[in-house]
């Protein structure tokens, strides 16, 4: 079972851009893992942000963008509104099989 | 405006079946779409149970596969969890959701696994 690596919590400044990344044990993260990124709040069920890499659902804020970056998926945050505050999941597909969720980042807007 | 909504016990004791619905409300789960099951231990991060899709056919996390089972029940629009021989760490919050592009979410429930 592959594991899924993010930084464990990213601080930003209101206005602020941030960067969280996806790294996988099995090598680099390519389109072909299908990268998802999810935000997650205290008590809330998770909201996709991102799907397939980059794209975007019609309820997802255009400051959230979604890329690969370095053998890495990313999430950027460009412009952290203080609603921004919160925990971030990302999610590789294995082959169509088998998902796995990162370890997750709290991002704490400060 | 498609709506999962989970329901099953909150209680389960150590070694018994852990059995969860999911029901389904604007869409058919006849449609072409994967349905998952996603659970969340307290103070510890999202982990993929499976995936079953309207035939029947099913997809499993690997470090869970020989305790569960997933089916789709298309006279009642539900698809269902059953996780047995359960210990206290599969104590969670489960949440069901549409694995197409995972844009669709249960406001999820939490299963205490406790004698």
């Known amino acids: 079972q592959a594991v899924v690596t993010q930084e464990p919590s990213l601080t930003v400044s209101p206005g602020g851009t941030v960067t969280l990344t996806c790294g996988s044990s099995?090598?680099?993260?390519?389109?072909?893992?299908?990268p998802y990124w999810f935000q997650q709040k205290p008590g809330q069920a998770p909201r996709t942000l991102i799907y397939?890499?980059?794209r975007r659902h019609s309820w997802t804020p255009a400051r959230f963008s979604g890329s690969l970056l370095g053998g890495k998926a990313a999430l950027t945050l460009s412009g952290a509104q203080p609603e921004d505050e919160a925990e971030y999941y990302c999610?590789?597909?294995?082959?169509?099989?088998?998902?796995?969720f990162g370890t997750g980042t709290k991002v704490t807007v400060l | 405006q498609l709506q999962l909504l989970e329901s099953g016990p909150g209680l389960v004791k150590p070694s018994e079946t852990l059995s969860l619905t999911c029901a389904v409300s604007?869409?058919?789960?006849?449609?072409?779409?994967?349905w998952s099951w996603v659970r969340h231990p307290p103070g510890k991060g999202l982990e993929w149970i499976g995936e079953?899709?309207?035939?029947?056919?099913?997809n499993y996390n690997p470090s869970l596969k020989s305790r569960v089972t997933m089916s789709v029940d298309k006279s009642k629009n539900h698809f269902s969890l059953k996780l047995n021989s359960v210990t206290a760490a599969d104590t969670a919050v489960y949440y069901c959701?549409?694995?197409?592009?995972?844009?669709?979410w249960g406001q999820g429930t939490l299963v205490t696994v406790s004698s």
């Open positions: 959701a549409r694995s197409t592009d995972f844009d669709n």
């Open positions: 604007g869409d058919s789960i006849s449609s072409n779409h994967w």
């Open positions: 079953v899709y309207q035939s029947g056919s099913t």
């Open positions: 099995t090598g680099a993260v390519t389109s072909g893992h299908y």
């Open positions: 397939d890499t980059s």
């Open positions: 999610l590789l597909s294995y082959s169509g099989v088998n998902y796995v």
